[in-house]
């Protein structure tokens, strides 16, 4: 398994690319194995992967919306996610979001005072922005948090749209809310498995929508719906399978796997 073209030559290789510019224009090489990100290192195991699937049930959550990350604007209000993406960066998202929604945002001090607020059911029709530059979810119970919320808001990451937490909130049921879907392959479709939005105009209404309740209806389903696609295209079980295939098919030499993560 390499990133350079070079080093192995001859032998049975993996190629490790990223250049993610063929998903939004959806045309990846054929038999490539097209998975930008996948979790985070410490939850990067089948037991992560089994207790996500296992939360993904949960039809009792008492968070409408949540966002958990590092808003930190040195790393990332990068203007290369800006000009390669044509995306608001993640820093931008959080003043935003924080302007529009005012009084519907709920900024725990701590992982404590989180589920006491979700315990006492005041989170139902709130915005939860959690910055880990005031505190971080415990690893051990951050897939235990993602299945207390219907919906995920995935703010993109540094220089590349993907992040771990894309991919562990969708496997836990969570409906994302996202700008970056044309970078998503298979796409993801709109109102049927994700919420899109173009722009801040756009994300207010999206949002504003769902406080009033208007989607409500058709949780349940989108939630299934990312489910399965997690599970057909971005689980754990899905790469082992592709690599395997790659491994046992002596008519292939090279497999190309299209990720993110050089810069």
């Not at 390499?2 to 090489?29: A, C, H, M």
């Not at 949540?66 to 990332?76: H, L, Q, R, V």
């Amino acid at each position: 398994m390499t990133d350079s073209p070079n080093k192995g030559v001859g032998q049975k290789r993996i190629i490790l690319s990223y250049d993610t510019k063929s998903l939004f224009e959806g045309n990846p090489d054929q038999g490539a194995l097209v998975l930008p990100i996948m979790f985070n290192p410490s939850l990067l195991n089948p037991a992560g992967y089994a207790e996500a699937e296992r939360l993904s049930a949960n039809t009792e959550r008492p968070i409408k919306i949540i966002f958990a990350g590092n808003c930190d604007p040195k790393a990332y209000d990068a203007k290369l996610l800006v000009d390669r993406y044509g995306l608001l960066s993640r820093h931008r998202l959080h003043m935003a979001v924080k302007q529009m929604f005012g009084d519907a945002i709920f900024v725990p001090s701590s992982f404590e005072h989180l589920l006491e607020a979700a315990r006492s059911g005041e989170l139902r029709d709130r915005f939860v922005w959690i910055d880990t530059s005031q505190f971080s979810v415990p690893m051990s119970a951050w897939l235990e948090t993602l299945s207390m919320s219907q919906y995920f808001f995935c703010a993109p990451g540094v220089a590349y749209p993907y992040c771990h937490n894309f991919n562990e909130s969708i496997a836990c049921g969570c409906v994302p809310i996202l700008q970056y879907d044309k970078w998503i392959f298979p796409r993801l479709a709109h109102a049927a498995n994700c919420f899109a939005f173009d722009g801040l105009d756009d994300l207010c209404e999206l949002v504003n929508g769902i406080f009033s309740g208007a989607h409500d209806a058709r949780w349940s389903e989108m939630s299934r719906a990312i489910v399965g696609y997690h599970q057909t295209h971005l689980s754990f079980a899905f790469c082992m399978s592709q690599i395997q295939a790659f491994i046992d098919d002596p008519g292939r030499q090279e497999m190309t796997w299209i990720m993110a993560g050089k810069e």
